[in-house]
């Protein structure tokens, strides 16, 4: 069975940093795009970060910029989205989806095709 399990969510104060995992089973993400996504009470659910399924290129949100890393670690079948300077505003349960993307990632959630079930990030001091 194909599945994405997030994990690295919690509670944590405004400026500090999170490290989120998406970890696969059932299938080997070397051949995946990943995406991470959010979405808050209220509001649909954007793009945040993504990466090529050889991790040579990734794509970013506004949002993301300078705050926020992606890696991937095949071996380990494995992708993470280290989050520092936290804001309020990044309060939202973040996703990880894949898809068999051979172009730049793209931020769109449409193109992916497998997703997780979320972990929950709330920035409050």
């Known amino acids: 069975q194909l599945q994405l399990v997030e994990s690295g969510g919690g509670l944590v104060q405004p400026g500090g940093s999170l490290r989120l995992s998406c970890a696969a089973s059932?299938?080997?993400?070397?051949?995946?795009?990943i995406g991470w996504f959010r979405q808050a009470p209220g509001k649909e659910r954007e793009g945040v970060y993504c990466?090529?399924?050889?991790?040579?290129?990734?794509n970013y949100a506004d949002s993301a910029k300078g705050r926020f890393t992606i890696s991937r670690d095949n071996a380990k079948n494995t992708v993470y989205l280290q989050m520092n300077s936290l804001k309020p505003e990044d309060t939202a349960i973040y996703y990880c989806?894949?898809?068999?993307?051979?172009?730049?990632?793209?931020?769109?959630?449409?193109?992916?095709?497998?997703w997780g079930q979320g972990t929950q990030v709330t920035v409050s001091s």
């Open positions: 989806a894949a898809g068999e993307i051979l172009t730049i990632c793209p931020l769109m959630a449409y193109r992916y095709d497998y």
């Open positions: 059932g299938f080997t993400l070397d051949y995946y795009a």
């Open positions: 990466i090529s399924s050889s991790g040579a290129s990734s």
